[in-house]
């Protein structure tokens, strides 16, 4: 029986669209490979979010062809939408399937017949031309969705998209590109999904998306949905125990979903807020669309409803003309404002973006310097915060990993806790936390 593989490079998003392509195979009657060494049939499901990603993605095609010279290499996600002939020209390639594409990705790979088959433009007839499958991203409207399942995770969190796509410009952001509108998923799809993995016995289900909290505004529906309504719903017609929320951009986090998430102990107590910049210079040059006061607000909402929230951010630096003041604004902020934990990103210029064009590129060893410094204050603040937890009972999940020694959970406020004892997976306890060791709480069951 033909066997596949697929590899996912960089979000939640990207492993979600993995797992619907996961499906796409299982439903053809193929069969999962152990690794991809094994596979008939490997499939990358690329990033291009940043350079580097885009060097992970021809890294692993060189290995593969290396490794397994007899596979078909399929390669799909944003760097195949933005530079397909790009990817298609690299040795060992066998097929470039833009996201344009992908929810179609198993019949074009392995099609029934090749008389349907319909390419960026049908009237090529060279076998390199057919090779191809990348059309213009804004035509589309499909949304691919299946639960995802991490490695450590797979018993316990699954990850579900619910949103796809952007309608924001940020000017240094490929992503609306090479994934096009936001598209929501419809509403009882998304019950649907979520009272299955509650069959299934999962006890918390992670929302994603690629800006969630836009999800609803395209539905065509009366009244008109809002991401508060999706989230209040899946509260009322689901028994999942724990909903957890993935990034959710500031001008989205309304009053009336922060006191959602504040009043409800299904909702874990943790918000995930992009700031980019904390200088208002910045802001604007990025095109973001509120300024630093609006967004130091919001933060401050938030914690003063949920006292005990984990608070992140992605915050980049080296960004066009990021002056030495502008950046210190943004240190100043970070470390004034109660941060938990921080992406930090150092700016990677994107083709086609305004950024790229902009004067004044911050010099490299700049621009990691300065993300050395975030890096550094982002830490004493996590270690700060997970401090203030000793001696307290907290709430956690059991997550598909032990050392011999203890069982790595996850808590309700997303902090790494190494629980003494080897207990089952997927299951919600009270623990009582003895110390702080190598970046994780550490206790036993209260």
């Known amino acids: ?69 007899d596979c078909q290499i399929i390669v799909t996600g944003c760097y195949a939408q933005r ?118 016995g999962y006890r918390e289900v992670v929302i994603s998306g690629i800006n969630l909290g836009r999800w609803g505004r395209d539905l065509a529906s009366a009244p008109r949905l809002r991401f508060e309504d999706l989230i209040r719903a899946i509260l009322d017609h689901t028994s999942i125990e724990k909903l957890r929320i993935s990034s959710v951009e500031p001008m989205d986090w309304s009053d009336r979903l922060i006191r959602l998430v504040a009043e409800s102990p299904r909702i874990a107590c943790h918000a995930h807020v992009p700031m ?56 100043g902020m970070v470390e004034a404002l109660p941060f938990t934990y921080l992406h930090v990103f150092t700016y990677s210029a994107r083709p086609g973006t305004p950024a790229a064009e902009m004067r004044n590129q911050v010099p490299v060893q700049l621009a990691r310097e300065r993300n050395r410094i975030l890096r550094e204050l982002a830490a004493q603040k996590k270690l700060e915060f997970m401090q203030s937890f000793v001696g307290q009972a907290i709430e956690a999940i059991t997550l598909n990993v032990f050392d011999e020694r203890a069982t790595e959970c996850l808590t309700d406020n997303y902090l790494k806790l190494s629980l003494t004892g080897n207990h089952r997976p997927n299951r919600w306890l009270k623990a009582r936390v003895e110390a702080v060791e190598a970046g994780a709480l550490v206790g036993a069951v209260a």
């Open 83 to 200: 530079a397909p002939r790009e990817v298609a020209a690299l040795p060992g390639v066998s097929q470039v399937i833009g996201n344009s594409h992908k929810h179609d990705l198993v019949n074009i790979a392995i099609p029934v017949s090749r008389v349907n088959l319909a390419t960026d433009d049908p009237g090529r007839t060279t076998e390199d031309e057919r090779r191809v499958f990348v059309s213009d991203i804004f035509a589309h409207t499909e949304l691919l969705a299946a639960p995802v399942f991490d490695a450590a995770n797979e018993r316990t969190r699954p990850n579900l998209k619910v949103q796809d796509g952007c309608d924001n410009r940020c000017s240094f952001c490929v992503i609306p590109y090479v994934r096009g509108q936001s598209r929501s998923l419809p509403f009882a799809q998304i019950l649907r999904e979520v009272n299955t993995l509650v069959d299934a």
């Open 1 to 69: 029986m033909a066997s596949f593989y697929v590899e996912n490079f960089g979000c939640r998003a990207t492993q979600a669209d993995g797992a619907a392509l996961e499906r796409q195979f299982r439903e053809r009657g193929l069969e999962p490979a152990a690794s991809r060494e094994q596979a008939q049939y490997v499939v990358l499901n690329t990033c291009t979010v940043t350079a580097s990603a885009d060097q992970d993605a021809r890294a692993a095609i060189r290995r593969i062809r290396r490794q397994s010279p």
């Open 276 to 331: 980019q910049s904390g200088s208002d210079r910045v802001l604007r040059r990025m095109h973001r669309k509120y300024r630093p006061w609006h967004y130091r607000e919001k933060i401050e909402k938030i914690r003063a409803a949920m006292p005990t929230a984990a608070i992140g951010a992605d915050v980049m630096v080296g960004f066009p003309g990021e002056s030495e003041a502008e950046f210190e604004e943004t240190r």
